[in-house]
């Protein structure tokens, strides 16, 4: 196994966050349970309300994926391995998303195995009934993607990288979408990398100061 796949499995990375991203992430609250069910809630109603105004109709929301030579669900677990694995190297290289991987542990810990299920299982589901939905499909993909990685932004400076990862992901799993003509795709893609990547960010919190459990 070469020396990142170790590192990356094995969890023996990353070096520390700088000193100035340690101190504005302790400022920073995590997200409760009823905050995120909430906010997809919402989010899952206003896909279907949307939804139920185009010609295609609510029920283009559960298409199935069309047969294709590559099976629907082998495309989408190889777009979310490539999502997990690539983010994983570079951060054992640049600073920038090693500070950014420690703030976003702290916005979600502490990460258990509920607080996984519920995080990564309803942003997969219902930000994909949305932005690969409704949106998608009024607006084209690129434009569903951009608007995908402002809403992980939340219009700050510093969280940049992370709506840049965010567009990158809204292509791929719009791509994906196009390709198979169904949200089966793009939804298991998005909850495979959440989840993954919500244990892979564990290993941010000690140096984060929040509790793993």
Known sequence: MTRPFRKFFGRSWPAKPSVHAL????????????????????????????????????????????????????AALGASWLLVLGPAVLEARLPALRDLAAELYTSI????????AVF???????????????????????????LFGALHGGGSRRLWLWSAFAVIAGMLFGAL?????????????????????????????????RPQR
């Open 23 to 74: 101190l504005s992430i302790a400022e920073r609250p995590a997200l409760s349970l009823p905050m995120v069910i909430s906010f997809h809630l919402a989010v899952f109603g206003a896909a279907v309300a949307w939804q139920s105004l185009l010609p295609a109709g609510v029920a283009a929301l559960w298409r199935p994926p069309k047969d294709l030579a590559i099976p629907w669900w082998v």
């Open 109 to 116: 810990a502490p990460v258990t195995p509920l607080r996984i």
């Open 120 to 146: 990564a299982g309803l942003s997969g589901l219902c930000e994909e009934l949305l932005f690969r939905g409704p949106v998608q499909e009024t607006l084209t993909w690129p434009v569903a993607a951009l």
């Open 177 to 209: 979408v196009d390709l198979y003509d169904s949200l089966s795709p793009a939804i298991v893609a998005h909850t495979t990398v959440n989840a993954i990547n919500m244990q892979r960010l564990r290993q941010y919190a000690p140096v984060a100061g």
